[in-house]
């Protein structure tokens, strides 16, 4: 398995941007495709952002298309979450995700890898 950890969250204003990294440990980071999910306090873990191992396909959920990028660089072992035109309902724990599929999904149950989480906070 990979090991992850993130950084990069904080305390930003509405209309801000955050760019969130996640470090992976491990030869083998360039077959597992990434993810990035969030939780709020009381809510379930949900689905943000995932790309494919060659950084050829990405997904995302509705409520960030447009505003947030995930991208990756196999060279440096990290996968990055640039959140921008960021809204007080962004607010949550951000947690990074490995998974081994060859297509990737956007189910939570298919990663079998997660970091700790970062702390996301929008103010209004």
């Known amino acids: 398995q990979v090991q992850l950890v993130e950084s990069g969250g904080g305390l930003v204003q509405a209309g801000g941007s955050l760019r969130l990294t996640c470090a992976a440990s491990?030869?083998?980071?360039?077959?597992?495709?990434m993810g990035w999910f969030r939780q709020a306090p009381g809510k379930e873990r949900d689905f943000v952002a995932v790309?494919?191992?060659?950084?050829?396909?990405?997904y995302y959920a509705d409520s960030v298309k447009g505003r947030f990028t995930i991208s990756r660089d196999n060279a440096k072992n990290t996968v990055y979450l640039q959140m921008n035109s960021l809204k007080p309902e962004d607010t949550a724990v951000y947690y990074c995700?490995?998974?081994?599929?060859?297509?990737?999904?956007?189910?939570?149950?298919?990663?079998?890898?997660w970091g700790q989480g970062t702390q996301v906070t929008v103010s209004s």
């Open positions: 790309i494919s191992r060659s950084a050829g396909s990405t």
């Open positions: 491990g030869r083998t980071f360039s077959s597992y495709a």
């Open positions: 995700a490995a998974q081994l599929k060859f297509i990737p999904t956007m189910e939570l149950a298919d990663f079998t890898s």
